[in-house]
């Protein structure tokens, strides 16, 4: 008899369909916020006036901005805007933006609570292997100053308790994890996203495909993660080629976001990921490709190497995108091409002579571990990304 758990996050609720500046200002007026501290994209910031809005919204309550996080969230840039907020004396942070900016407020978060003021002192609340085996937070302040998170691609770290933050000492991307740290709100409004670069929503949407593809093909998955992902599946497969044809379509950039958060179920539940994920860390932190630019790389090539180990639920996948009966990997490989988005590691230009720095690196991501088929050594994932080459 199957077995298993689900665990349910401290985010308090998720609001769509409504302007975004409208329903921010009614949450923080809720949650009774009396200094709210913004982490924004520059690019919205300089180009357009959704962050003026934000601000005419929150009136006097809005105590400062911060719109320099680059890609990745470096430590320093954490760092940066995390003595901002404490200057400002924020008691709420809001984001509008991308998964960089996301991730760094969630770090800010623990920054504000466990009085840490340089890059180095991040090392701290590094995650660490609890006793039974699994990896998170160290003994730590909880966050006392939250966020609401309004995002503007479907990479969809908004709905999880982790923070992934690159230390530029060792380009490694690291995980920083306390439940406390996902957004109390998260609001979804399609209308900001039109600003949004379209290779940026296509390849942050194939991230959000890759949530679902590895949490419904993990050995861990449960029926609560299957569902919801599979559904969330089917609305980005849809959502994304109508926007490509169509970036006005509001309702299809809609089903992308919903599709997007319904995405992150199963890891939000306590389900890992797999080797995409993994191996997606090492290119993003060391070779500086995006985050939807990996998953684009490297979901249909892990898919056709953990084939043996979990074909049965990679027809669940195939069915989702409707076409059931054929190869999930094959299936995969034809959406992304269709979407324009690269195809290889040679498109990105990751030669052969980096491979053996990636496989040794992907071992000590969280996710290569707990792939569905065993990846005991960096041969493996050398496997994976000859398929990927």
């Known amino acids: ?15 769509f369909g409504k302007p975004a500046a409208q329903a921010v200002a009614e949450l923080a007026k809720r949650y009774d916020a009396q200094r709210v501290f913004l982490m924004v994209s520059g690019t919205l910031n300089r180009e357009t006036d959704e962050i003026e809005k934000l601000r005419r919204a929150l009136g006097n309550h809005c105590v400062g901005t ?10 320093k840039a954490v760092i940066e805007a995390a003595e901002m907020a404490r200057e400002a004396k924020a008691d709420l942070i809001v984001t509008l933006g991308g998964g960089s900016i996301t991730d760094g407020a969630k770090a800010v978060q623990m920054c504000l609570a466990n009085d840490i003021r340089t890059p180095e002192d991040l090392d701290k609340v590094r995650s660490v292997k609890q006793p039974d085996g699994s990896m998170g937070p160290p003994p730590m302040n909880p966050p006392k100053v939250r966020q609401i998170s309004v995002p503007t691609t479907l990479s969809a770290g908004e709905f999880s308790a982790i923070s992934g933050v690159t230390d530029e000492r060792t380009k490694v991307k690291e ?25 940026l929503w296509l390849s942050t949407g194939i991230r959000a495909v890759d949530h679902c593809v590895e949490g419904v093909c993990s050995n861990e998955a449960n029926p609560y993660g299957d569902a919801s992902a599979l559904h969330g599946l089917s609305l980005l497969t849809s959502g994304l080629k109508r926007v490509k044809d169509n970036p006005n379509d509001l309702q299809a950039r809609m089903d992308c976001q919903i599709g997007s958060w319904l995405s992150m179920a199963p890891l939000a539940a306590g389900v890992p990921m797999g ?24 979901l249909p ?3 056709r190497w953990n084939k043996s180990a979990n074909g049965e639920r990679q027809k669940l996948i195939s069915a989702a995108m409707g076409q059931p009966g054929r190869d999930a990997g094959d299936v995969l490989d034809d959406f992304i091409r269709g979407l324009g988005m690269p195809r290889s590691l040679r498109e990105v230009k990751v030669g052969k002579e980096h491979f053996e720095r990636i496989s040794t690196q992907a071992m000590g991501t969280p996710w290569v571990p ?8 960096p041969a493996e994932v050398r496997e994976i990304l000859e398929l990927a080459y």
């Not at 911060?66 to 430590?75: E, K, Q």
């Not at 191996?279 to 985050?291: E, K």
Request: hydrophobic fraction near 40%.
């Open 1 to 15: 008899m199957q077995s298993g758990r689900v665990v349910l996050s401290k985010m308090d609720e998720v609001q």
């Open 66 to 75: 911060f719109d320099r996080m680059p890609p990745h969230t470096p430590r």
């Open 175 to 199: 995980l920083f994890r306390h439940p406390g740290i996902i957004p109390q709100a998260v609001v979804l409004d399609a209308s900001v996203t039109v600003h949004t670069p379209m290779w």
């Open 275 to 298: 080797a995409s994920h993994g191996i997606g860390y090492v290119l993003g932190a060391v070779f500086d490709i995006p985050h939807g630019h990996t998953s684009c790389i490297m």
């Open 301 to 303: 090539a892990a898919m």
């Open 370 to 377: 707990r792939n569905p088929r065993p990846i005991p050594t």
